[in-house]
C-alpha cells in the first residue's frame, strides 16, 4: 500500500562520448523492461537528463538531447508514457574537474572529482537552484545503471514512497560482488558500509540537507578529490543514524565480472553490459590436476557447480590409474587419475599433450574448486584472460612474480607488461629448471610470451584480457593449503618461509572448510552465508575477527599453534606432571625441537555429546617453544604447519600411552600465529632477547 502522493524524479548523468552513445541506445532498448506497468496515478515522475559539462558548447550532447526531448514530447517509445515530463540540465564542469578514474586516489589525486562535482550540482539544482521545491526524492541514475527487470519505475516510485515513514534520507544498494570477501574484514568501515552513490535521495530529509551542506562546504577542499561523494555520508554517520536501507530496484556490482545466465534478484544492475560474459561449453574444458602428493580436499569440492566436466589429474607418487564417475548438480563429472611420465615442473606440457578437449585450466592438490565458478568467454572461442599490471603492487611485493615475466622475456626475447598466473588461464629449452637457470617450469606468461612472440599475433583475437585489480573477477580455485617451500637453493628466494606464511594468512577458513555446504558454515560463529549464483559462498563474519595489538620494538617471533584435542579424562594429564612432561616429549619429537626449550599449559572445554550423553572434553594444550632468532622461528612456524594431523596425534598419543594413559587422545585441527617474543634478564644483569614458539594444541 502505497503511503502518498509524491514528486519524483530519476535523474539521468551523461558525460563521455561513449555515454552519449549508451544514452542514444537505452531510448529505444527500455520498451524492453519497461519502467511501469501504467502511468502513476498517486506520483508525479520526471525524467531528467544532466549533462556533466555544458550542452551549449557540445554541439553532439545537445542535439542528442534535443533530439530525446522530442521523441518524449511525441511518446515515440512506449516507455516514455510512464513519466510526466523530461527536462535537462548542465553541470557546467571544465575537463578538469570532469574526471573519474576507478583506479583511485593513489593512481590519480582527482580520481572522483567528476562524480562529485556533478553530485553536487544536482543537490544544489534540487534544494537550491532551477529544482528547487519540486521535487521530494530523486533517484541518480548513471549510465551503468542498467534495468533488466520491467516495473523498475514501480518500485522507484514503492520504495520512495516508503522513505518519509522509514525515516530514510538514503537508500540504495551496498556492495553485491565478491572480490571483497576475502580481507572485507581488513577495510575501513566507510567503504564496506557505504551505498553506492547510484541510489534514492530523500530531499525532505533533515540529514540529507546536513550532508549536503557538509559536502558543499568542502568547494575545491581535498575531500572533494579524495573520497567519493557515496562514500562521504558513512564517514559523518558512524554514530549508528539509521540513514540508509538497502533497496531491491537496485543491485550493486561495480566491476564484477559476471556470466549472463546469472539471475539478478533487482530491477537494475548496476554494472557496464562489457562486464557480462558467456560461460564455456561444459564438453571444452578439461581442468588439469597436479597430484603432487597424498593431501588435499579437491575431490571433496568436484560435486559443486562448475563447468569441468572432464578433470585430468596427474600424480607424482605412486598410485593405481584410475577413472572415476562423480555425480554434479549439472550432470556427471569423468575424473582420470593418471601416473605422470615428466617431471612435476612440467605439468603444463604434459596436460595439453594428454587432454582432448579445446581449452584445459591447472590447478594442483593444494587447491579446491571455488564453487560456484564459471569460465568466461566473450563468444565460444575468446575466454576471460586475467592479468596484474608489471607496476603493480601486487608484483612488486612478490619476487616471483617479477621472475616468471624476467622468465618468459628470456625465453622468447620479448617485453612483457602484464602478469598472467598459470592457474588462471585456459591454453598450451636447454635451460634448465632444477639448477635454477629456470625459476619455474612452464608458466603462464611463458604461454603468453610464446604466443606474443609472433609478430602477427594479437592476443585480443585469442582473448579478452582483464585487469585483476579493476576487476571483480572469481577465480576457478582457491588454495585450501599453501604448497610446500621450494626445497632448491637458489640465489633469490622466490617462495619460501616468508612466502609460504604470507600464502597461509591469505587463505579463509570459511570459504575452504564450507564449499556450497550453507548449513556447515551457518553452524560456524565465525562465517557468514552469502547466496550467490547458482548456490552461495561462505565467507568469513567480519564480527568474528579480533584485532590484535603490535608493540614497537618486540620482536614478533614466537608462534601460538592451536589444534584441537578430544579426550575422555582430562585432569589425569593437566593434573599430572609425568603425562605432561610426557606430551612435552612428543610433541618436541614430532615437531623436531628440544625438550627443553618447551613448555606447557591447558585449558579446557567441557561439553556433552549429543548421541552418547557422555561428558567430551577439547583439550587446548599450549606449548611454548624458545626459538634462537626471528628466522628460526619463521622456519619452525612452516615446519609446524606441514606437519599432519594423523602424525601428531600418533607422537601425543603414543607418549602418554607410554606413561599408562589409556583414553583415546585426537587432534583434530591446528592453526599457527606469530606473536612477541618475551625479554627475559639473567642474572649478571645482562639482557637478552630470545625467539619463543607457543604451540596450542586443542
Not at 296 to 303: R, S, Y
Not at 331 to 344: L, P, Q
Request: hydrophobic share 35%; charged share 20%.
Amino acid at each position: 500500500m502505497r503511503a502518498g502522493a509524491s514528486n519524483l524524479a530519476v535523474v539521468r548523468v551523461f558525460s563521455t562520448e561513449e555515454e552519449l552513445q549508451l544514452l542514444s541506445g537505452s531510448f529505444p532498448a527500455w520498451d524492453a523492461t519497461m519502467p511501469c506497468a501504467s502511468k502513476s496515478n498517486t506520483s508525479t515522475i520526471d525524467f531528467i537528463l544532466v549533462y556533466s559539462k555544458d550542452l551549449e558548447t557540445d554541439p553532439m550532447a545537445k542535439g542528442l538531447v534535443s533530439s530525446l526531448t522530442s521523441d518524449f514530447d511525441q511518446k515515440q517509445f512506449a516507455w516514455m508514457t510512464c513519466f510526466s515530463t523530461m527536462k535537462n540540465m548542465s553541470a557546467m564542469l571544465n575537463p578538469e574537474h570532469d574526471v573519474y578514474d576507478n583506479r583511485g586516489y593513489t593512481t590519480n589525486k582527482h580520481w572522483v572529482s567528476g562524480p562529485n562535482a556533478v553530485f553536487s550540482k544536482i543537490m544544489t539544482a534540487m534544494l537550491e537552484g532551477e529544482f528547487m521545491d519540486m521535487y521530494d526524492t530523486f533517484f541518480l541514475m548513471e549510465m551503468d545503471a542498467v534495468p533488466i527487470k520491467s516495473g523498475w519505475l514501480d518500485q522507484f516510485e514503492t520504495e520512495a514512497l516508503e522513505m518519509p515513514g522509514g525515516n530514510m534520507a538514503v537508500r540504495g544498494s551496498q556492495y553485491l560482488g565478491d572480490k571483497w570477501d576475502l580481507f572485507k574484514w581488513m577495510m575501513p568501515t566507510y567503504l564496506v558500509d557505504h551505498i553506492n552513490g547510484k541510489a534514492m535521495y530523500n530531499l525532505k530529509h533533515p540529514w540529507t540537507k546536513a550532508v549536503y551542506d557538509a559536502f558543499h562546504s568542502m568547494g575545491g577542499g581535498s575531500m572533494m578529490e579524495e573520497m567519493a561523494f557515496d562514500q562521504q555520508p558513512v564517514c559523518g554517520c558512524l554514530d549508528g543514524r539509521k540513514w540508509q536501507q538497502p533497496d531491491l530496484q537496485l543491485g550493486f556490482y561495480a566491476n564484477t565480472l559476471l556470466n549472463t545466465s546469472f539471475e539478478f534478484p533487482t530491477y537494475i544492475r548496476h554494472g557496464s553490459s562489457k562486464n557480462l560474459f558467456d560461460t564455456v561449453m561444459d564438453d571444452e574444458v578439461t581442468l588439469g590436476v597436479a597430484m603432487f602428493d597424498t593431501q588435499g580436499h579437491l575431490k571433496e569440492t568436484v560435486p559443486t557447480h562448475h563447468p569441468f566436466k572432464k578433470i585430468l589429474a596427474l600424480t607424482y607418487y605412486p598410485q593405481p590409474d584410475m577413472t572415476e564417475t562423480i555425480e554434479g548438480p549439472n550432470g556427471n563429472v569423468t575424473m582420470t587419475t593418471a601416473t605422470a611420465t615428466r617431471d612435476a615442473y612440467f605439468h603444463l606440457c604434459e596436460t595439453a599433450s594428454l587432454v582432448n578437449t579445446k581449452w584445459f585450466a591447472l590447478t594442483d592438490n593444494y587447491h579446491i574448486i571455488k564453487a560456484p565458478v564459471s569460465v568466461l568467454m566473450e563468444t565460444s572461442d575468446k575466454p576471460v584472460l586475467p592479468y596484474v599490471l608489471r607496476n603493480s603492487k601486487y608484483c612488486g611485493e612478490r619476487p616471483n612474480c617479477e621472475a616468471s615475466m624476467e622468465q618468459a622475456e628470456t625465453l622468447f626475447s620479448i617485453t612483457l607488461n602484464y602478469h598472467h598466473d598459470k592457474y588462471e588461464e585456459t591454453a598450451t629449452s636447454s635451460q634448465s629448471w632444477s639448477d635454477c637457470s629456470l625459476a619455474f617450469g612452464p608458466t603462464g606468461d611463458d604461454y603468453i610470451a610464446w604466443k606474443i612472440s609472433d609478430p602477427d599475433y594479437n592476443i585480443t583475437n585469442e582473448f579478452t584480457p582483464k585487469d585483476k585489480t579493476r576487476y571483480g573477477w572469481r577465480a576457478w580455485t582457491s588454495l585450501w593449503n599453501p604448497a610446500p617451500v621450494d626445497s632448491r637453493d637458489c640465489s633469490t628466494t622466490l617462495y619460501g618461509p616468508k612466502e609460504y606464511l604470507e600464502t597461509l594468512g591469505n587463505i579463509s577458513k570459511c570459504a575452504v572448510s564450507y564449499v556450497e555446504n550453507e548449513a556447515g558454515c551457518a553452524g560456524d560463529t565465525s562465517c557468514q552465508w552469502k547466496p550467490m549464483f547458482e548456490s552461495g559462498v561462505c565467507v568469513q563474519d567480519p564480527r568474528s575477527v579480533t584485532t590484535s595489538t603490535t608493540v614497537a620494538g618486540s620482536v614478533y617471533s614466537s608462534i601460538e599453534v592451536s589444534m584441537e584435542m578430544t579426550v575422555e579424562d582430562p585432569t589425569t594429564i593437566t593434573e599430572n606432571a609425568t603425562m605432561t612432561n610426557a606430551m612435552i616429549a612428543g610433541f618436541a619429537e614430532v615437531m623436531e625441537v628440544d625438550e627443553e626449550d618447551v613448555t606447557l599449559e591447558f585449558q579446557t572445554d567441557r561439553r556433552l555429546s549429543s548421541h552418547a550423553r557422555k561428558l567430551q572434553v577439547t583439550l587446548t594444550a599450549i606449548f611454548t617453544v624458545t626459538m634462537p632468532s626471528l628466522e628460526a622461528a619463521i622456519e619452525k612456524q612452516v615446519a609446524i604447519e606441514t606437519v599432519s594431523l594423523a602424525k601428531t596425534t600418533e607422537a601425543i598419543s603414543t607418549a602418554v600411552a607410554n606413561t599408562g594413559f589409556t583414553g583415546a587422545v585426537e587432534v583434530t585441527g591446528k592453526s599457527t600465529v606469530r606473536v612477541a617474543a618475551p625479554t627475559t634478564t639473567t642474572t649478571t644483569t645482562t639482557t637478552t632477547t630470545t625467539t619463543t614458539c607457543y604451540v596450542l594444541l586443542a
